[in-house]
């Protein structure tokens, strides 16, 4: 089977910030951090601290108060990178620390909706990034997404 080097590139990518990251983490307490108020006892951890490396895990863009994936697409899309930004304030670092993003969509035809919206959580420079279309997501949802970051 031929890979393409669409496909290929992030991956050595991912890869490379991964194993990068970890180097930096080896001689650091570890840190598995959950999201204030969470009620599920699902196995993983919202975030884990690794130094000056964060892993954020993959969140969905579900409305807090009802639980839901909001109707309107782009509420859905703030409310997602307004998760992954508050997860990243919390241990004292911002978006623009970001090195690695992957961003799960079941329909590619929301890649431009998406990216007028994602652009303006940046003040610097833009993570690495795979927006990648994928099968269902849970609740319904439009995006998935994870990422790494280091402490700039």
Same mark, same amino acid.
């Given at each position: 089977?031929?890979?393409?080097?669409?496909?290929?590139?992030?991956?050595? &990518?991912?890869?490379?910030?991964? &194993?990068?990251?970890?180097?930096? =983490?080896?001689?650091?307490?570890?840190? $598995? +951090?959950?999201?204030?108020?969470?009620? !599920?006892?699902?196995? $993983?951890?919202?975030?884990?601290? =690794? /130094? !000056?490396?964060?892993?954020? =895990? /993959?969140?969905? /863009?579900? !409305?807090?108060?009802? /639980?839901?994936?909001?109707?309107?697409?782009?509420?859905?899309?703030?409310?997602?990178?307004?998760?992954?930004?508050? %997860?990243?304030?919390?241990?004292?670092?911002?978006?623009?620390? &970001?090195?690695?993003?992957?961003?799960?969509?079941?329909? &590619?035809?929301? $890649?431009?909706?998406?990216?007028?919206?994602?652009?303006?959580?940046?003040?610097?420079?833009?993570?690495?990034? =795979?927006?990648?279309?994928?099968?269902? +997501?849970?609740?319904?949802?439009?995006?998935? +997404? +994870?990422?790494?970051?280091? %402490?700039?």
């Amino acid at each position: 089977m031929k890979r393409s080097a669409a496909v290929i590139v992030p991956s050595i &990518l991912l890869l490379v910030v991964t &194993l990068s990251a970890i180097g930096n =983490a080896q001689d650091s307490e570890v840190q $598995y +951090l959950n999201n204030p108020g969470r009620a !599920d006892n699902n196995p $993983y951890s919202n975030m884990v601290v =690794a /130094g !000056d490396t964060v892993y954020l =895990a /993959g969140a969905i /863009g579900v !409305d807090p108060e009802t /639980g839901m994936v909001p109707d309107d697409v782009e509420e859905e899309i703030r409310i997602v990178l307004d998760s992954m930004k508050d %997860r990243l304030e919390r241990v004292g670092m911002s978006m623009d620390d &970001l090195v690695a993003v992957q961003v799960f969509c079941p329909d &590619l035809t929301l $890649y431009d909706t998406f990216n007028n919206i994602y652009r303006t959580y940046f003040d610097e420079h833009f993570p690495a990034r =795979a927006f990648v279309g994928s099968g269902p +997501l849970l609740r319904d949802g439009h995006f998935e +997404l +994870l990422g790494t970051a280091i %402490r700039q």
